[in-house]
């Protein structure tokens, strides 16, 4: 048995495939008309940045387009009151059989986007070809970053999710680089 920050047990977390652009809509949907008191329903997003007239600015966007996770103890009478509302939608299977992510991915996902399930901006910096992050998400999680852009202040960092690697992309600033002695 599994506790969580919710407090009941056998609480899992369940993937939800949706049309890409519209998971915000479903989310809502999903919240107003699917969800129980004991469920929570959200978007994994990252903090990204862009360029604009010469300033820096930050929005959010999906880190998993197309997908959404809900937090249930009792995902077969979730999939049933989804599908009776919202017919084309219902939890990802396996082989037939719904099912959650691992608890490893789980713990991973949580520590990577916290509470509010956000991939925070992250800035650091490289020594020779060592990335050393100072600050936001990616703190901790430097072996995890399988490509750079400093240029466009992007990472690419490797999740799994159903035991199948993934590559996401992240805002990542590395502020310096420093020659490795």
Known sequence: MTNNRHGMSDVRWYVVQTLKGREKK?????QEHVTE?????????NEKLYKHQGKWHRE????????????TGKPEKFDVRLRRKYHPLRLMRVDDAIRSIEPDEEEFLMRLGGE???VKYSEGFQIGDKIVI???????FEGEIRKKDRHNRQAK???SIFGRETEVTVALGIVKSVRAN
């Open 37 to 45: 008191a004991d469920e929570h329903a959200f978007i994994m997003e």
């Open 60 to 71: 959010r966007e999906n880190l998993f387009p197309g997908y959404l996770f809900v937090v």
């Open 116 to 118: 509010n399930h956000v």
């Open 157 to 159: 960092i490797a999740v």
């Open 134 to 140: 100072e600050k936001g998400s990616l703190k901790g």
């Open 26 to 30: 479903a989310l809502l949907e999903i």
